[in-house]
C-alpha cells in the first residue's frame, strides 16, 4: 500500500527537494502539492501531511492535518518551544502524531546536540546563524532549537551570562541565549555558536554548501516515522542515536 503525501510549500525551494526525495520513497507518493495559498480543504485523503510552507501558514497546516486525524511532518522554520506548545493538546486529544524538523541536516543535528552537552561548562553562550537573504524569518528555526538545547542542559546552573541583553545589537534571546542572525546573499545556511569561560572558548560550526544534498538524508529517515508517529516530536535526534550520553 502506498502513503499518498500532501506536500504543502512543495513549489518553493525546500519543498521541491522534500518532494524530489519522497518520491524516490518506496511505498511513498506525493499524490498533491499545494502552495502556501492554497485552500486546506485540499488535505483531505492524504495519509501524510508535509508543511514546508511559510511560519504565518505553517500553523493553520498543522491544525487542519489534526482535525483531519492526519500526522503532520513540518518542515517550515519558526517554531519555537512556546509555539509548539499551541498546538500539543490539539495533537495529543486527536491521536495523532506531529513532527517538527527545525533542520534536516544530520551536521546540524550533531553540531547543536555537542553544542548543548557542552554548554554546563560553559557561563557564556551566543549563536550567529545565516542564511541567504531570501529566508523571510529571523532568528533560524535551527538557532531557536540550539539555544533551547542550551538552555535545557543548564537547567541547573542557569541561565548563561549575556551582558547588555537590553542593547538591541546584542541579538535576539532564547533561552538566555543572544542569537545574532545575517542575511546576505552567497550563503546557504551556516551556525556558530560560541561557549565562553575564563580563558578559553569553544566553537561549534556547521555550514550547508548543498541543500538538496545534506537535506536528502534527514528527510528519508522523517517521512516513515513521521506516518507512524503518535505526539509531538521535536528534531532528528528521536530518529538516530548521536552517541551522547549524560
Do not use: C
Not at 123 to 145: C, L, M, Q, W, Y
Amino acid at each position: 500500500m502506498t502513503t499518498q503525501v500532501a506536500l504543502v510549500g512543495g513549489t518553493g525551494k525546500l519543498g521541491t527537494i522534500i518532494g524530489a526525495v519522497i518520491d524516490e520513497l518506496e511505498g511513498f507518493h506525493v499524490s498533491r502539492v499545494l502552495t502556501s495559498s492554497s485552500d486546506l480543504s485540499e488535505l483531505d485523503g492524504a495519509d501524510l501531511v508535509v508543511d514546508a510552507s511559510t511560519p504565518q501558514v505553517s500553523i493553520e497546516v498543522v491544525r487542519a492535518a489534526v482535525e483531519r486525524g492526519i500526522n503532520v511532518l513540518v518542515a517550515t522554520s519558526g517554531w519555537s518551544a512556546e509555539r509548539i506548545a499551541l498546538v500539543r493538546p490539539l495533537v495529543e486529544a486527536a491521536g495523532t502524531g506531529a513532527v517538527f524538523i527545525p533542520n534536516f541536516s544530520l551536521g546540524s543535528v550533531l553540531g547543536s546536540a555537542l553544542a548543548a552537552a557542552a554548554a554546563p561548562f560553559f557561563g557564556s553562550a551566543e549563536i550567529i546563524e545565516a542564511h541567504r537573504e531570501t529566508k523571510i524569518d529571523s532568528p533560524s528555526g535551527t538557532a531557536v532549537r540550539t539555544a533551547e538545547l542550551i538552555a535545557a542542559a543548564r537547567a541547573e546552573q542557569g541561565p548563561v551570562s549575556a551582558p547588555h541583553a537590553d542593547q538591541r545589537a546584542r541579538g535576539q534571546q532564547v533561552g538566555s541565549v543572544p542569537i545574532h542572525s545575517l542575511r546576505r546573499p552567497g550563503v546557504v545556511a551556516k551556525q556558530e555558536v560560541i561557549l565562553s569561560g575564563p580563558g578559553e572558548s569553544l566553537t561549534f560550526t556547521h555550514d550547508t554548501t548543498d541543500s538538496a544534498l545534506a537535506y536528502a538524508p534527514g528527510i528519508r529517515l522523517s517521512v516513515p516515522f513521521a506516518v507512524k508517529a503518535t505526539g509531538v516530536f521535536v528534531g532528528l535526534e528521536h530518529m538516530i542515536d548521536i552517541g551522547i550520553r549524560s
